[in-house]
């Protein structure tokens, strides 16, 4: 193996050249400028991924609030099925039905209607002791 020095000794004779450290504004001000251009695309970019949050938040809400105006309606619409089902004209039809009879696909309950109808009087608020078997309205009292 051949050894070579590192430095070449044709250089050496020659004039070497006179280095010094350059002390100039203009690399001060390039990094502050590219700092600040730094800062400013991070401050737009953190604002542009605010912007999409909260654009998906909100449409976020707009679902929520459809399904809450679907769900309220349809709520409605159920508790006026309910107010029908409990209608009195619904019930004495099932009621007086035969029982044979089919009514809105419920079997009629073959009840009659009573020839006297008795009321009883409500618990005194004084004492339990307030009940009174007697009638309000019978037959004798309505002529």
């Known amino acids: 193996m051949a050894v070579f020095p590192l430095t070449d000794k044709s250089l050496s004779d020659q004039q070497q ?15 502050v400028g590219i700092i600040l251009v730094l800062l400013i695309s991070i401050g737009f970019f953190s604002r542009m991924l605010l912007s999409a949050m909260i654009v998906q938040r909100q449409s976020k809400i707009d679902n929520f609030s459809e399904s809450i105006a679907d769900l309220d309606s349809e709520n409605r619409s159920l508790m006026f099925d309910i107010a029908q089902l409990e209608s009195t004209k619904r019930i004495m039809r099932i009621a007086l039905a035969e029982t044979g009879e089919e009514f809105e696909t419920v079997n009629g309950l073959g009840m009659i209607i009573p020839e006297i109808t008795t009321y009883l009087d409500p618990l005194s608020s004084e004492s339990l002791q307030g009940w009174q078997w007697r009638q309000i309205n019978s037959p004798e009292q309505r002529q």
């Open 17 to 31: 050249p006179k280095l010094s450290v350059v002390t100039s504004s203009k690399s001060w001000l390039r990094s």
